[in-house]
């Protein structure tokens, strides 16, 4: 599915971002940047060493920011490390937190000159944010952004692992665009 805005198209799409020939991808990062499992770890597998010994070098991340490497050996050239909250309760400043994760990885993007950058959902896996609220959040704030800020994106891809995800971006994506393009 894809729906146009600020001159961007965004597009959700099932699959494996480690895959993604995108100008840099996301990685649901750790505030260690210490590298981890489920997306953490498959873009370190992927993406070899260097991308490792760029984050030793960054030290950390706070929640709710993120840092730009090297993607490696990764056929992206980058990869923007995004730290989201872990869900609490809804009421810890989780959507602000993880808002402000999508907006500082679009900043990044959009300050090294990238056209194109693909997203994973975010908070979604081991962080156990809601999806439901999760694609709210992360759309919203894509779309805001898209809409509302200088950039020079042309691509902006959400890589969905599987097709529960994928249908609930989906029906955020249709309430936000009523006219996407398929």
Do not use: W
């Amino acid at each position: 599915m894809r729906a146009e805005f600020g001159g961007a198209v965004l597009e959700l799409v099932q699959g494996d971002i480690t895959q993604q020939a995108t100008d840099a991808i996301v990685n649901a990062a750790n505030s260690g940047l210490a590298g981890g499992g489920g997306v953490d770890g498959a873009i370190h597998r992927a993406g070899g060493p260097k991308i490792m010994e760029e984050c030793r070098k960054i030290g950390g991340c706070p929640t709710g920011e993120a840092r730009i490497t090297t993607g490696g050996n990764l056929e992206a050239r980058y990869v923007i490390h995004a730290v989201g909250p872990v869900y609490r309760d809804g009421v810890s400043g989780e959507d602000r937190l993880l808002a402000s994760a999508y907006r500082s990885s679009l900043r990044l993007a959009v300050e090294n000159g990238l056209r194109s950058v693909a997203f994973p959902s975010l908070s979604t896996g081991a962080y156990h944010y809601p999806l439901r609220d999760a694609a709210d959040v992360a759309l919203s704030t894509v779309v805001g952004f898209l809409q509302n800020e200088r950039h020079g994106l042309e691509l902006v891809r959400f890589v969905l692992f599987d097709g529960r995800t994928q249908e609930e971006y989906e029906r955020v994506l249709r309430r936000l665009s009523p006219h996407t393009l398929g």
